[in-house]
């Protein structure tokens, strides 16, 4: 049997599990896992194991990730990111770049971060995403995540924000946005995310959809 780990884009639009879904379809590998899920609205490296590998998924979750982000101020919406609809606008001060970035150190190291409601996470057997998509809110505990790297890549004045953050496991980027832009006394959400590494798996290593045709699985 097969055992790889292997990278691959994940296009806009697409869930996780389309790719996961593809990769089956056109390798005939049964056993497809993915180490890792991207929102439907991001882009980026998805690492999917194969056969074997498919026991070391739970190892390759713990990686480190780094991402490429766009942040747009004055605004939220109910998803914290552009699938979901306005829910509160804000003015946004004015802002330097020092302003920024003072404000970006501070979320550097062990931060605690309360996942969104719109996210896989289970309550009492059911996931957060289906009570939010019914109109539900429920309680959330807070859980402590690391952020090694806020780099400002881009100041767009008076409201656009564009970020590449590294981070360990189980961080929300969405989450990290407002929190972000409630530190600025402001609102803000996520309108663009690239997921440029996994662990030691970048962009360069990635295949894309359109050349999977082309592609044979090779067994690690």
Same mark, same amino acid.
């Given at each position: ?18 790719? /996961?879904?593809?990769?089956?379809? #056109? ?10 899920? &991207? +929102?439907? $609205? ?21 990686l480190d990730k780094e991402y490429l982000s766009r942040v747009k101020l004055g605004a939220t919406t109910d998803t914290l990111d552009p699938s979901g609809v /306005?829910?509160?606008?804000?003015? #946004? ?10 404000? &970006? +150190?501070? $979320?550097v190291g062990t931060i605690e971060q309360v996942p969104p409601m719109f996210s896989a996470l289970k309550v009492n057997g059911i996931r957060l995403y289906q ?90």
């Open positions: 049997m097969i055992d790889l780990v292997q990278p691959f884009w994940k296009p806009v639009e697409w869930t996780s599990f389309d790719v /996961v879904r593809k990769v089956r379809s #056109v390798t005939k590998v049964r056993k497809v896992g993915h180490a890792g899920t &991207l +929102d439907p $609205f991001a882009e980026g490296v998805l690492v999917l194991c194969l056969g074997k590998a498919t026991k070391r998924v739970s190892q390759l979750m713990d /306005v829910t509160n606008t804000a003015p #946004v001060p004015a802002l330097s770049r020092s302003d920024i970035v003072e404000i &970006l +150190d501070r $979320f009570l939010a998509r019914a109109g539900k809110t429920v309680p959330r505990n807070s859980r402590k995540v690391r952020i090694y790297g806020i780099d400002l890549v881009a100041w767009c004045p008076p409201d656009e924000l564009e970020l590449k953050i590294t981070c360990g496991k189980g961080t929300y980027i969405r989450t990290l946005a407002a929190d972000l832009a409630r530190a600025l006394n402001t609102v803000g959400y996520l309108t663009a995310l690239t997921r440029t590494r996994v662990g030691p798996y970048g962009q360069a290593d990635a295949i894309r959809m359109e050349q999977l045709g082309s592609w044979t699985p090779i067994a690690a």
